[in-house]
């Protein structure tokens, strides 16, 4: 079994900053993609930035230019900055991997709350 352990939420002011860490853990050969959703009460859970295993990029357009997603493979570790934080950005993290184990199989970590608050 896999899990995603995720940290470093919390409460900060508008224009902030904040790092989110999730490291994965169990019995696995590699790990794919590894990503970063947000779900915001009421809203549908969203993709806000993911990183392949060679370290291509994509992020959603409303956290471009202030967020930047990173990997230490040797670690199993995704990590997200988050710069110049926006009361919209107040939401659930949640991080997500497709891990390569006996299938490729994809994994939720349990999510972590980032509140962005005066």
């Known amino acids: 079994q896999v899990q995603l352990v995720e940290s470093g939420g919390g409460l900060v002011q508008p224009g902030g900053s904040l790092r989110l860490s999730c490291a994965a853990s169990g019995k696995f050969f590699s790990i794919d993609a590894m990503g970063w959703y947000r779900q915001a009460p009421g809203k549908q859970r969203e993709l806000v930035a993911r990183?392949?295993?060679?370290?291509?990029?994509a992020f959603a357009d409303s956290v471009k230019g202030r967020f930047t997603i990173s990997r230490d493979n040797a670690k199993n570790t995704v990590y997200l900055q988050m710069n110049s934080l926006k009361p919209e950005d107040m939401a659930v993290y949640y991080c997500?991997?497709?891990?390569?184990?006996?299938?490729?199989?994809?994994?939720w970590g349990q999510g972590t709350q980032v509140t962005v608050s005066s």
């Open positions: 990183i392949t295993s060679s370290g291509y990029t």
């Open positions: 997500h991997a497709f891990v390569d184990g006996d299938y490729t199989t994809d994994y």
